[in-house]
């Protein structure tokens, strides 16, 4: 079967057209859409007002503390929060899963938990319990001036 020269010029071109179609759906799966990025900019909108609020809470519940070791618990609490909801998010994806089929995703799920939820929980938890304690002392310090005076 031989093709005329107009049949064989439009191959290519609808091949490139699949390879492109292809490679678009592809990227759709990993880009984040609208509704998602949407959702992403709410989520980091919502830590920094929680971050903002703990800090002003911190430091005016306990004035004689450094604004730069307040500083440092906000940030490790925030970033537990950010964990929190990290894995909120994987774990909707996780009942959405369908096995066998999604086996590599479900590997992909727990390195997520190994790296992310008990790595980086660990290291967060791990500052907050060096520091929450010098902020439980200025806190009882307060309570013995308070009664003092």
Known sequence: MTMSRKESAKEPRAKARNTE????????LTR????????????QRQSA?????????LEAGLPEI???????????????????QKLD?????????????DR??????F???????????????GNLKRRVPTLRKALR???KYARKE
């Open 111 to 125: 390195s997520f938990i190994e790296a992310i939820q008990v790595e980086m929980g660990t290291f967060w938890i």
């Open 66 to 84: 450094e604004s730069r070791t307040i500083g440092a618990v906000v940030a490790d609490i925030d970033s537990l929060w950010d964990t929190g």
């Open 49 to 57: 007002e929680i971050a903002r609020k703990l800090q002003i809470a």
């Open 21 to 28: 179609r292809r490679e678009k759906q592809g990227t759709a």
């Open 89 to 101: 998010k994987e774990l909707k994806r996780l009942f959405r899963m369908k096995f066998p089929r």
């Open 141 to 143: 310090d307060q309570a």
């Open 32 to 43: 984040p859409t609208g509704a998602i990025r949407k959702r992403g900019e709410e989520l």
């Open 104 to 109: 590599e995703r479900l590997r992909e799920f």
